[in-house]
């Protein structure tokens, strides 16, 4: 299929339901949902719902906030309390897992108290090849996922959201703030806000693409490779040891390789991934 033929068939999808709810984050994926929702459905007859929780970072949670207003949208915030649950805060392979069943789980009970046909979520087409426990949730509660039904690739979403003019098109990936926790260590909210904290630093300095991962004392940084010769400046650099010291790590360090999504899966064996998918 070609694009406008994906872009059509996604249309076709959201219509059939006449009334969703969209489980919302900002995100590139999410942010085209909520639009083509809205532009097919009426803002009137689509709900996007919003998690919170210590693991959403504050600059993302506003940014949602303002954009799913500009749709015309009554966005709503849903309070989220996963850290009480050991199953997700022990940190293991299935984090995700346990995250989205707090949140579908949730998101299902709104929609059937305000007679809403469906419960959508954003997970492409790409998503299918990659490590995501959080789409085995999808499946036990009944969460569909149209992006992915109509073959839309991470690539496609952002060309078509260029087209639409939509301020996410080009933004980076920001997974939840627990993805940068190191499996095996807790997940706690002092631990999320240090991360925070940590990467609220580095956009400040400029950077755009880039994680800070928490392995308890050390903090592994990852920026562009073309930018690892900026972070690695005396001035630079003596900037951010001090920072996320301050904030609670006690070595800091950069990851040579560079920036790469989900670099903390590379840690788990196949069998791992395939237990837990």
Known sequence: MDLGEKYNLLKQFVEQFGKVLVAYSGGVDSTFLLKVCADTLGAQNVLPCIGVSPSLA???????????????????????????????????ADRCFHCKSHLYGLLNKIAE???IA??????NFDDKDDFRPGNRAAEVFGVHSPLMEAELTKDD??????????????????????????????????????????????????????????HGDIARIEVRPEQI????????????????????????????????????????????????L
């Open 157 to 214: 979403i952002r060309e078509l959201s260029r087209q639409l003019n939509l301020a996410t098109a080009d933004v980076p990936p920001s997974p939840c703030l627990a993805s940068r926790v190191s499996y095996g260590l807790e997940i706690t909210e002092q631990r999320l806000k240090q991360v925070e904290g940590a990467e609220d630093y580095l956009r400040s300095l400029g950077f755009v693409e880039f994680r800070v991962r928490h």
């Open 58 to 92: 504050s600059h993302q949670h506003n940014q949602a906030i303002e954009m799913a207003k500009t749709f015309g949208t009554n966005i709503r915030e849903i309070p989220l309390d996963e850290l009480n649950d050991v199953a997700y805060s022990a940190n293991k």
């Open 229 to 276: 010769e900026k972070i690695m400046s005396h001035q630079t650099r003596t900037k951010i040891i001090e920072k996320l010291k301050d904030i609670g790590f006690k070595y800091v360090t950069v990851d040579l390789q560079g920036f790469r999504t989900g670099s903390l899966n590379e840690a788990l064996t196949e069998d791992e991934k395939q237990e837990n």
């Open 118 to 123: 469906a419960v959508l979520c954003g997970c």
């Open 113 to 115: 108290e305000e007679g």
